[in-house]
């Protein structure tokens, strides 16, 4: 008994004296990692590295990609969700200017079919211009990049600030029309090249919190509409043009600063051909030399597609291994729409002015909407890559349907007694929190990590299309629904939300830190998609040699660990 008690207590010390040596081999390892080394130095840093595997690599990122990122959401998502809002506060100003303007043409005051028309037009001509400009993407995107279709979209901005700014001292409201389609060209474009751009540029293992920055800019462009609204600022009858002159500002920023940064790295390699390029990119993007392993990971791809060229919408949509990836975008993107984020914004006065705010206070309360936006869609991107894109998209719609069944119960019941208009407020706020804690940004993520570099701008336009056919169909058909339905439109919505749920449940495989090829073996399933049988006993082949030398680089660490105490 007693000598086993002695081995137990030496066997305690051993393990003790080998933690001990481990922190010295690690901090040996740090001290490689903040020193240039000469060639000499570098192989003993290669060999620390060897025999510390529990070692954990830091998170490959830079103030470059950071600046990428934000700079191309403020020149692009910004805007998309500034011109979602921003006609609202001055419609009645607008509404003025396009009676005036009749009446000086046609001698008569505009009649109220005719303004209504003009209105809806002016509000969702918007979305075909969206749709204009996600078909242009795959035509200029080939050939421009990523980056420099972000460059030349802010033409788009400039002119169509300029037109709306100068429509009332024209004296035309088909300017103000003519400009509103023109953003939403801009809108289009940005919203399909952003979202691909990030992708590119982001290590897997933060692509899906940088993706997020999309959304998070949407809804910091709906805050500044509703800010720059206010009365006291540009919110008045002979200031609204100054509203859309503020466009100008972010396409402006963009201009100047993005030019500075790199292309996406792959489209440099897989489609320039351009590895020196490529690799500058990298080691910019990612604040470091040795980027070896993204090259080789990207060179792996590269000769796989070396001769596929760019695929036409046509044949990603006939294409067998894309199937149900392809399905899925539609169904994510149409339920970003339908979903009834619209009908929201819609009834926030009317609720608020139940609640017994006062009329001239409502725009300030509005306020908080667009700030539990900015807090729900910042959330998300902090806690996407622990929790994944599934349980956020999936428990987004789902929360949106259980509060848009509570708003239906307590609009209903709104006069039975005096604290049910404030439970209303409270379910609002729910909703919005819960959209963009979810399906408000994921979509765009997941549209980028399905489908392969050959694959990607027919995959954005497809979802770019979804997406701004689905507005308008929103903006056309709503006003009907609320008519028809009032307060339990909302039931649609939640029932829209559940079948996107689940569908997504049964469907969404999760895609945090997954590479390209370890998402499509997924859907390959599904897809009934056989996989090369020469291609797949050569990765058990190289599964079986990797995990061989695993286990013998573990052993070999441990005897001499052993041998040294």
């Excluded at 600046?67 to 998309?80: K, Q, T, W």
């Excluded at 751009?197 to 949407?218: C, D, H, M, W």
């Excluded at 500044?224 to 006291?232: H, I, K, N, S």
């Excluded at 006939?318 to 619209?342: D, E, F, K, P």
Aim: with cysteine; net charge positive.
């Amino acid at each position: 008994m007693k000598d086993n008690g002695q081995d137990e207590d030496d066997y305690k010390e051993v393990k003790v004296m080998k933690k001990k040596l481990m922190r010295k081999l690690r901090s040996r390892w740090i001290r490689c990692l903040s020193q240039s080394h000469t060639d000499r130095e570098q192989p003993e840093c290669e060999h620390l590295m060897k025999r510390i595997p529990s070692v954990k690599k830091s998170k490959d990122w830079s103030y470059s990609l950071i600046v990428a990122s934000l700079i191309g959401a403020f020149g692009s998502s910004f805007l998309y969700g500034y011109n979602l809002s921003v006609v609202n506060a001055p419609s009645p100003y607008i509404k003025t200017f396009y009676n005036d303007t009749w009446e000086k043409r046609q001698g008569h005051s505009i009649d109220n079919s005719t303004l209504t028309l003009l209105w809806s037009v002016t509000v969702s001509i918007f979305a075909i211009g969206g749709l204009v400009g996600t078909m242009m993407v795959i035509l200029i995107g080939k050939v421009l990049g990523r980056k420099c279709v972000l460059l030349v979209n802010n033409a788009f901005a400039i002119l169509a600030a300029v037109l709306m700014a100068c429509s009332r001292q024209a004296g035309s409201f088909e300017i103000l029309i003519l400009g509103r389609f023109i953003m939403g060209i801009d809108g289009g474009i940005a919203l399909s090249v952003l979202p691909m751009y990030l992708n590119e540029i982001s290590p897997k293992e933060i692509r899906g919190s940088l993706g997020q920055v999309t959304a998070i800019f949407i809804c910091i462009g709906v805050f500044a509409g509703q800010l720059l609204g206010l009365p006291e600022i540009l919110g008045q009858e002979s200031l609204w043009p100054y509203l859309f002159g503020v466009i100008v500002i972010p396409a402006f920023v963009q201009l100047v600063i993005l030019p500075f940064l790199p292309e996406s790295p792959h489209y440099l390699l897989l489609e320039k051909h351009d590895q020196d390029g490529a690799e500058k990119a990298f080691q910019t993007f990612l604040g470091k030399m040795d980027v070896s392993q993204e090259i080789k990971e990207a060179l792996a791809v590269s000769r796989v597609q070396r001769n596929i060229r760019v695929v036409s919408v046509s044949e990603l949509l006939t294409r067998r291994s894309a199937r149900w990836q392809i399905i899925t975008v539609i169904i994510t993107m149409a339920c970003y729409q339908l979903c009834g984020l619209n009908a929201i914004w819609f009834y926030t006065n009317r609720i608020f002015s139940t609640a017994g705010i006062p009329t001239e206070k409502i725009p300030y309360i509005t306020l908080s909407t667009g700030g539990i936006e900015i807090l729900a869609s910042i959330f998300s991107g902090l806690v996407i890559e622990r929790l994944g894109r599934r349980p956020l998209l999936i428990g987004g719609f789902v929360l949106m349907a259980l509060f848009f069944g509570i708003l239906t119960v307590t609009l209903t019941l709104q006069d039975k007694a005096p604290w049910i208009p404030y439970l209303s407020i409270i379910c609002i706020l729910s909703i919005i929190a819960s959209f963009c804690s979810g399906p408000g940004g994921i979509p765009f993520i997941l549209t980028g990590e399905f489908f392969q570099q050959s694959e990607r701008p027919a995959a954005f336009m497809i979802a770019g299309t979804v997406n701004w056919l689905s507005n308008f169909i929103v903006g056309l058909l709503f006003p009907y629904i609320v008519e028809g339905l009032k307060t339990y439109c909302f039931l649609v919505f939640a029932a829209i939300c559940i079948l996107g749920a689940t569908y997504l449940y049964f469907v969404l495989p999760e895609t945090k830190n997954k590479t390209y090829a370890e998402i499509s073996r997924v859907f390959a399933k599904r897809n009934k998609e056989n996989l090369p049988a020469k291609k797949t006993e050569q990765a058990r082949a190289n599964g079986q040699a990797n995990g061989q030398a695993n286990r013998k680089s573990e052993l070999e660490s441990s005897f001499t660990l052993d041998n040294r105490i």
